[in-house]
Structure formats: C-alpha cells, structure tokens
C-alpha cells in the first residue's frame, strides 16, 4: 500500500510563490505516476498536474496553471514537488497529491482512498 504525505502549504499573498512537496512511501506497485489536485471550499475536486514518476516527464496541466506552475520529482527522496509561482487567490485550495497511472502521456488517477494524501492547504491573500 502506498502512503503520500503532503507538506508545505501554507499562507502567501497574491503574486508570491510557494512549493508543495508529496513523499511517496510504501508499495508503488501499479503505480507510474503522481498527481496533484486541488479543492476550493464548496467546490469540486479538480486537477492540477501530473508527473511520470519513473521518467520524470511531466504529463499534463490544468489551463489554470499553465506557465504558473511546474511539477518535477526527487527519486533519491522519493518526493513530487508543485512549484507554484505567480499564485492567485483563486488558487486557495486543499492540495492533494495521487498515486496513478500514465498510459500513452494521459494520467488516471486512483479513485480508492488509500491513493490519496490528507492535503495540504494553500491560501493566497489579496
């Protein structure tokens, strides 16, 4: 079973940066890749990114976030990291990070309980 802890979230003013780390412990069988997503209060769930965690390409953004945004991976420390520069209020979230799987540059996220961290929360002040 694969554990994610998330960490690094935290309280930053509009236009600041912050970096989210995810460490990746436990069984990564069936596991190629990690995302990031994020919720809003009252808002769905929605993605952010996603990385191949074995190559290190990053496969998808969110319109969002594109260009604002950069997920890279650490394999000695076992850790996905979101850079996340320009920050917006609207980019006030819980992040979470999902173990998942890549196939043909398209990530599929694990739906079960257990492929989610708790997240971390983000708010960006005005």
């Known amino acids: 079973q694969v554990q994610l802890v998330e960490s690094g979230g935290g309280l930053v003013q509009a236009g600041g940066s912050l970096r989210l780390s995810c460490a990746v412990s436990?069984?990564?069988?069936?596991?190629?890749?990690i995302g990031w997503y994020r919720q809003a209060p009252g808002k769905q769930r929605e993605f952010v990114a996603a990385?191949?965690?074995?190559?290190?390409?990053?496969?998808q953004y969110a319109d969002s976030v594109k260009g604002r945004f950069t997920i890279s991976r650490d394999s000695a420390r076992n850790t996905v990291y979101l850079q996340m520069n320009s920050l917006k209020p609207e980019d006030t979230a819980n992040y979470y990070c999902?173990?998942?799987?890549?196939?043909?540059?398209?990530?599929?996220?694990?739906?079960?309980?257990?492929?989610w961290g708790k997240g971390t929360l983000v708010t960006v002040s005005s």
């Open positions: 999902n173990a998942g799987q890549e196939l043909r540059g398209t990530y599929y996220p694990g739906y079960s309980d257990d492929r």
């Open positions: 436990g069984s990564t069988f069936g596991i190629n890749s």
């Open positions: 990385i191949n965690i074995n190559s290190g390409a990053s496969l």
